[in-house]
């Protein structure tokens, strides 16, 4: 499924196809069903608090092929302050993944002061 990028293609794609979005516009993708959430922060920290519904693919352990793909429905990587879901998101190009990725502004710090929720399911 996943190919191998050179350092300029990856370079090149994550400049054209990961984009910073707001929690704000989060929040209406999600009251859409338009996306998916991959909360790469590790499992002690996903248990403290997570955004409903987000599927937890730790950085430490990242697999790109744990990432649930959903056909129409866009990708969107969080972490705690907006630095670990960049990284994430190199992975997935270096990976092979042709996709468009965003990647929430200011981490789950910013979603919770936007209103965002907080399950601890």
Known sequence: MFGWFSSNATQT??????HIVT???IMQWLGADEC???????????????IPGATLVSLGG?????VPLVPGKKLVFHCQSGNR???????MIEAG???EIYR???GLMYWRQQGGSITLD
């Open 13 to 18: 794609a994550l400049s054209e196809r990961v």
């Open 23 to 25: 929690p704000k516009t």
């Open 36 to 50: 998916v959430i991959v909360d790469v922060r590790e499992p002690g920290e996903y248990a403290a608090g997570h």
């Open 62 to 66: 990242f697999d790109p092929e744990a």
């Open 85 to 91: 879901c960049g990284m994430a998101a190199t992975r």
């Open 97 to 99: 993944y042709a996709g």
């Open 104 to 106: 929430m502004e200011g």
